[in-house]
């Protein structure tokens, strides 16, 4: 059975590392043979924000690169030079900071270092949708809506997704976890013993209604 922690976060409010909730989880009967981390995105886009593009200027020593200083958001703008040819200034763009670490095609990561190109140095990479895995271009880097602020988060801009998920070895008694519902129920259950004294939520049910009360149904008894 697989459980997702957010779905669990909707029925009860908790902020326990999943490895303690697995722990719990076990001790209650609903073995965890192992957590999985899910990204919508490989990465979660952790360590891009968006960045402003103040300047561009051709790079002195190389035809197809670009210097450009950029505004993260922080007050301390930043040099990155960039080979993407739709650069330009007052652009915004989302920018791969330093230590962050990105996936090539194949899935291989690499970490974004602080370095020199031809000369200038670099403290970042603009990125296009492919490098962040957000689509398959690489004709030019991505330019986002200008209403976003430097140093908004990629995360939160493209709504990624993360979650991690409960692989639970259910046994045949154990139907109430069998849902993440009663999987909660549980859960709260354990808490309290440990003196976390927890509100259940129950799932909304305001959105079911009948429409129609006084529909009839023939029944006929052929064998009675």
Same mark, same amino acid.
Request: with cysteine; aromatic share 4%; glycine share 10%.
């Given at each position: 059975?697989?459980?997702?922690?957010?779905?669990?976060?909707?029925?009860?409010?908790?902020?326990?590392?999943?490895?303690?909730?697995?722990?719990?989880?076990?001790?209650?009967?609903?073995?965890?043979?192992?957590?999985?981390?899910?990204?919508?995105?490989?990465?979660?886009?952790?360590?891009?924000?968006?960045?402003?593009?103040?300047?561009?200027?051709?790079?002195?020593?190389?035809?197809?690169?670009?210097?450009?200083?950029?505004?993260?958001?922080?007050?301390?703008? &930043?040099?990155?030079?960039?080979? +993407?040819?739709? *650069?330009?200034?007052?652009?915004?763009?989302?920018?791969?900071? !330093? @230590?962050? #670490?990105?996936?090539?095609?194949?899935?291989?990561?690499?970490?974004?270092?602080?370095?020199?190109?031809?000369?200038?140095?670099?403290?970042?990479?603009?990125?296009?949708?492919?490098?962040?895995?957000?689509?398959?271009?690489?004709?030019?880097?991505?330019?986002?809506?200008?209403? &976003?602020?430097?140093?908004?988060? +990629?995360?939160? *801009?493209?709504?990624?997704?993360?979650?991690?998920?409960?692989? !639970? @070895?259910? #046994?045949?008694?154990?139907?109430?976890?069998?849902?993440?519902?009663?999987?909660?129920?549980?859960?709260?259950?354990?808490?309290?013993?440990?003196?976390?004294?927890?509100?259940?939520?129950?799932?909304?049910?305001?959105?079911?209604?009948?429409?129609?009360?006084?529909?009839?149904?023939?029944?006929?008894?052929?064998?009675?």
């Amino acid at each position: 059975m697989k459980i997702s922690y957010n779905w669990l976060k909707q029925f009860i409010k908790i902020d326990w590392k999943s490895e303690e909730i697995a722990a719990l989880l076990t001790d209650l009967g609903l073995e965890v043979e192992m957590v999985e981390k899910f990204e919508s995105v490989k990465g979660g886009l952790e360590g891009i924000v968006v960045g402003h593009v103040l300047s561009c200027v051709q790079h002195p020593d190389a035809d197809r690169l670009k210097v450009t200083t950029v505004d993260l958001g922080d007050g301390v703008p &930043i040099q990155i030079v960039c080979g +993407a040819p739709n *650069v330009a200034v007052g652009q915004k763009v989302p920018v791969a900071t !330093i @230590g962050t #670490t990105l996936y090539d095609k194949e899935g291989v990561a690499f970490q974004i270092k602080k370095g020199k190109i031809r000369g200038q140095e670099s403290h970042g990479m603009i990125c296009a949708e492919d490098e962040l895995g957000l689509g398959e271009s690489h004709d030019g880097i991505m330019i986002l809506d200008d209403s &976003i602020v430097a140093g908004t988060s +990629a995360a939160k *801009v493209f709504k990624i997704e993360s979650d991690e998920i409960f692989e !639970i @070895g259910l #046994t045949p008694n154990r139907a109430d976890g069998m849902s993440h519902y009663g999987t909660a129920r549980d859960l709260r259950a354990g808490l309290m013993q440990t003196g976390l004294n927890i509100e259940l939520i129950s799932p909304s049910v305001s959105n079911f209604r009948v429409d129609k009360r006084t529909l009839k149904i023939d029944v006929n008894v052929e064998n009675p």
